[in-house]
Each structure stands twice: as C-alpha cells, then as structure tokens.
C-alpha cells in the first residue's frame, strides 16, 4: 500500500497533537466496541503504532495492568513518552517485527489509525499471531480509502472529495509517488472502483491463515469539526513541501462543511 511511513517525520510528529480531536474519536468509538471490561481483565494490552498515545490515553482510561506502545517512528514514540510519562513500555519496533519483543504473553493488541500504513501484511499477520497468547485479541479499525465499504453518504463523500482536491493540489505542487498515490485512490473511492485497499470478506480470509478469526464487525458513522481536517492537511503537507505558503493558499482554497463526516469499520480478532 504506502511506500513510506510519514510519521518518521519530526514536524508531523510534532504537528500531530493538533489533530487530537480526529484520532481520539476514532479511538473513542472502537473501544465502544470492544467492551471495556474485556480490557480491564487483561493483563498485557499493546498499543501497536500508538503515534503520539492519543490511543493510548483512550486505553489507559480503562487501567489495563499493562500497557506496552509498540512504534516504529521515533519522533512519534518521544512525543508519547513526553505526554504519558512512566508506567507505560515503550518499544520502538513495527508489526512486522513486534513479535521479537514478546513471548506469545500479550492479550489484547490495538492497532487504532494503523492498519493502512503496515507495508508487509503477510509478515505482520504472522507477527500477530506469534505475540498474542490463544484467544488473545487483535482489534483495529480501517477508514475510507483505505477501506472499501458498500455505501457511503453524501456528506461523507464531500469529505473524500475535499481530501482528493487537497492531495491532488498537494501533489500539482510538489510530484511525489505517495500524493499521486493517495489522490487517484481517493478518486477511485469516490467512483466505487477501489482495487488496491482492504475488504471485509478478503480480511475474513486471510487472518485465518494464521490462525486469527474475525469475533466482531461494526461499521460507525463519525463526524469531527472542519477546523480539524485543516490541521490534519497542514501536517501532511509539511512532509512533503518546504513552501508554507503555496500550502496555506492550498487549503484556504478548499470549501468544507462545518462538519466532516466519515465512516470507520471496526474489525475485533480472535486467535483461536
Ligand atoms: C495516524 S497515526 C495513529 C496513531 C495513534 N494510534 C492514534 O490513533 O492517534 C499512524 C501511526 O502508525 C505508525 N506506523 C506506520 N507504519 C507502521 C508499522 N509498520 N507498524 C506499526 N506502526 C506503524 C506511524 O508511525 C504512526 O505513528
């Protein structure tokens, strides 16, 4: 999928506190999912590709007895541990290579936001599945366009449409693989012709593999503040162009609602 991890990046890292409010909800509605006091019961909990621990704050409210953040960017996993302190693991790795850390001991693994950037799914699966102890969990969610779902609503089709004008502009400014990437994907959610993203059916089929079956499915209508998806668009931006104001003119070009909608499927996996 992606061909690089954006989040390596130390002003994004830096800039993403400013986008709080996006990812906290996102996190906020999986964990209505996934019953709170499943979580509270468990003993190892792994925040996998935690960023800057918005998830993790979501988590901690429910006081797992313990918490490890696995993140492969630096600048990310810094600005967590400055924001959470002590109390909390922190190793830097990725789901491919998590599974050297832990000794098929964790319970429940939460990859909230994630799911889309992990670039070798074959060997994270396998990784996964080595870390989770039998009928441990695996919890993640997966958005549009990365995702593909049967229906979309008008108003969460003016937000991917908002999004393919950015990415494209973005792109018209400084060429790079990953925007060009993003914007012809964003198109083809829009037109209903996504081809390179995740389905449900083909996710049932292929966790299986590795001995994980889906336990729970849900698939939510949200909604965050416009202001927001201005923030998340001058942090994107400033991982791929130096010229602050050839970006701001880009965005202030961009007419939103007030509201930006959009849809999140909540996958709850299950090692036998
Ligand atoms: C959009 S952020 C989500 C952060 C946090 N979970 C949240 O909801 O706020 C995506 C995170 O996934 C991390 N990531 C990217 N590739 C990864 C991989 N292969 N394994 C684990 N994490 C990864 C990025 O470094 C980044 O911190």
Request: net charge negative; proline share 4%.
């Amino acid at each position: 999928m992606a061909t690089q991890n954006p989040f390596e990046n130390k002003s994004t890292s830096d800039s993403y506190q400013s986008t709080d409010l996006v990812y906290s909800t996102s996190a906020k509605a999986i964990l209505n999912v996934f019953a709170p006091d499943l979580l509270q019961t468990h003993a190892q909990v792994v925040d996998l590709g935690a960023g800057t621990g918005v998830s993790t704050a979501e988590i901690l409210k429910y006081k797992p007895a313990k918490l490890t953040i696995v993140e492969p960017s630096m600048a990310m996993l810094e600005n967590a541990a400055s924001v959470l302190g002590p109390g909390i693991e922190y190793i830097h790795s990725s789901a491919e290579k998590m599974f050297e850390h832990f000794d098929s001991n964790v319970d429940l693994i939460y990859a909230c936001n994630c799911f889309h950037l992990f670039q070798d799914l074959a060997s994270v699966l396998a990784s996964i599945s080595c870390t989770l102890k039998p009928k441990g969990f695996f919890v993640f969610n997966l958005t549009s366009p990365a995702f593909r779902f049967d229906t979309l609503t008008e108003t969460q089709k003016l937000a991917i449409k908002a999004n393919r004008d950015f990415y494209s502009a973005l792109n018209q400014l400084s060429p790079n693989d990953v925007l060009a990437y993003t914007s012809d994907l964003l198109q083809k959610a829009l037109d209903g012709t996504q081809t390179q993203v995740y389905f449900k059916d083909q996710l049932e089929q292929i966790f299986p593999s590795v001995g994980i079956n889906l336990s729970n499915y849900q698939e939510q209508d949200l909604e965050y503040p416009s202001v927001i998806q201005k923030n998340i668009w001058r942090m994107m931006g400033q991982s791929f162009t130096q010229d602050q104001e050839a970006l701001s003119k880009i965005i202030e070009a961009i007419e939103l609602p007030s509201n930006i909608a959009f849809k999140q499927a909540v996958f709850v996996m299950q090692k036998v």
